[in-house]
């Protein structure tokens, strides 16, 4: 079982930055490939970007957000980090962090994701 705590979302300025994080509790977590989800009402869940377990370092990133966003993780921590930088109104959403079962290992796909946090707001101001 994991479980997954988001912090960092807040208001902030088209142009501006934040940074949210994602605190995991799971012996596994090293294994286990982590990703940024968001949603805006009235519309699917979107993936932001993904990146792989077990000591690897692929990423992935939404085409939205390529350039501008860029996902980390600190397995010594057991957490799992967006800074997202340039923001733009479009942007806005409530971002979730989510898990991968630790034997899925590929960073492709929005499948296999079996642990979500509660979401934590981001808006952002024209």
């Known amino acids: 079982q994991v479980q997954l705590v988001e912090s960092g979302g807040g208001l902030v300025q088209a142009g501006g930055s934040l940074r949210l994080s994602c605190a995991a509790s799971?012996?596994?977590?090293?294994?286990?490939?982590m990703g940024w989800f968001r949603q805006t009402p009235g519309k699917e869940r979107e993936i932001v970007a993904a990146?792989?377990?077990?000591?690897?370092?692929?990423?992935y990133y939404g085409d939205s957000v390529k350039g501008r966003f860029i996902i980390s993780r600190d397995n010594a921590k057991n957490t799992v980090s967006l800074q997202m930088n340039s923001l733009k109104p479009e942007d806005t959403a409530v971002y979730y962090c989510?898990?991968?079962?630790?034997?899925?290992?590929?960073?492709?796909?929005?499948?296999?994701?079996?642990?979500w946090g509660q979401g934590t707001q981001v808006t952002v101001s024209s």
């Open positions: 989510a898990a991968k079962n630790q034997y899925t290992t590929t960073i492709y796909g929005t499948g296999a994701y079996d642990y």
């Open positions: 990146i792989s377990g077990n000591g690897e370092s692929s990423t």
């Open positions: 799971a012996r596994t977590f090293s294994r286990h490939v």
